[in-house]
DNA sequence: CGGGCGATTGAAATCCCTCAAGCTCTGTGG
DNA sequence: CCACAGAGCTTGAGGGATTTCAATCGCCCG
């Protein structure tokens, strides 16, 4: 089932999501698409018409400067409504690139509307959706003006980690994160070299083990406590919404 | 009428809003209250029942490290649902103050659930609210990631002054800004002393003139270009939703 | 007139950036 | 099987933006 781990998701938030609402979200894609590694699939500016769901890879959400200074405002994985905030807001402020090649599944406007005309608590969710997007925007925010650039690298780590593990993507003291430093640097508001250091000061603390693109984490608390991350933000509570 | 700013807000980006729509508005708000500055209305963790419309004044959305760093990550100024995705959301992960003293009405997560069992244009122009929200947060990651601090001064400033003006509170070049330099380094995720020094420049350049809280914009066109301010992200084209 | 908050200025220190090079790994073609 | 190329990772050194510490100043308000 193509919105298997989105559904897990939003059953995590509300267990009462019910399974024709999950019907009806599988039914609200109208096709798939396999895309490569690094291509765009929405750009700046654009009027969009359709949704886009990841089912498989990893994407972006970046703006750019004029001089090219990039930054990457949100990652998605598997299970994640890339775009859904276009719905209501039609017009693109900011573009969208495939990290990994990807599978994706489109979700037409038109579908989503007719939700939110019939289904008003799975439309709650899909808002819930947005919301907690934005809730992971704060965080980053906070990172960016807040968190020296080490903290910022621990607190992203244990920020995918948790939501790779709440649609099952992870299991045990070891995760892929399939990105570049240069890519990671566009996350986290640093420069590439930076990145580079920050990850080699991980290591020395012992905090992780880095190699490759596959990440391990021996002692996940000591981890969370070093960046101070609370898991509130990512709204896991079950709860009637 | 106590929801004039937000309704002209939302017209704005849907002329379709109807009439009906701003009485349903109107009726979801319980009461008012009158806050002085610098109290917590929300705090961090709270489980929360109501939403919360700034009718007038200044608020922010903040949250804060262990050793007292804090970010201040939405500014509110009249019109503006500060805490509207609290909704869907429940779980506080920051907290909500007034910078200045503040008349705000609450909005009982109640009436906003019937909204959205009922009246699903409507609902979808809420969401736009929280969704746009999320968008002005991206364009501050991106300042607190990508821009210089002058840059990111110059580029809040501008933001501040279209949200003012699209909701009647500012005309002409001149606008206020109630803030201390402190709350501002807390906004821009720099020390309230390099603030200082950044104003100080802004001025040098003769981008604007800063007295005491009162800003005057000499040549509005030459600012957003100095900050690279596009206004796209904040939706303003009037589009069906 | 004094107290306090906020604005301003200076100087030294720190974090992170840029430039520049070398290194490692992987895939490819001969 | 090896040479090579290219991408990505690593390291060093110097510079710049911003921070921190420490004063001083100005102004509003009691």
Chains 1, 2 share one sequence.
């Not at 509300?14 to 895309?35: I, N, Q, W």
Request: glycine share 6%; aromatic share 6%.
């Amino acid at each position: 089932m193509l919105t298997e781990l989105l559904f897990r998701k939003l059953k995590v938030r509300d267990p009462s999501l019910s399974l024709e609402e999950g019907r009806v979200l599988e039914e609200a894609v109208s096709h798939c698409l396999d895309l490569p590694a690094d291509v765009d699939l929405v750009c700046w500016g654009e009027l969009v018409d359709v949704s886009t769901l990841v089912i498989d890879g990893w994407t972006c959400r970046y703006g750019q400067l004029e001089d090219g200074r990039r930054q990457i405002m949100a990652l998605h994985m598997g299970g994640d409504f890339i775009d859904l905030h276009s719905f209501p807001l039609r017009r693109m402020d900011h573009s969208v690139a495939t990290l990994t090649p990807c599978r994706v599944a489109i979700v037409p406007h038109g579908a989503l509307l007719r939700i939110s005309e019939s289904y008003p608590h799975l439309t709650r969710l899909l808002w819930l959706s947005t919301v907690i997007d934005a809730a992971i925007l704060r965080q980053w925010l906070m990172s960016a003006g807040r968190r020296s650039a080490v903290e910022r690298m621990a607190h992203l780590v244990c920020e995918l980690r948790v939501r790779l593990e709440v649609v099952g993507l992870v299991e045990g003291p070891e995760l892929v994160l399939p990105f570049t430093q240069v890519e990671l640097a566009d996350v986290l508001g640093i420069s590439s070299i930076h990145t580079n250091r920050v990850i080699g000061e991980l290591r020395e603390r012992g905090l992780l083990a880095w190699r490759g693109r596959r990440i391990t984490i021996p002692d996940v608390r000591r981890l969370e406590k070093f960046a101070h991350f609370d898991a509130t933000y990512l709204a896991l509570e079950p709860l009637p919404r």
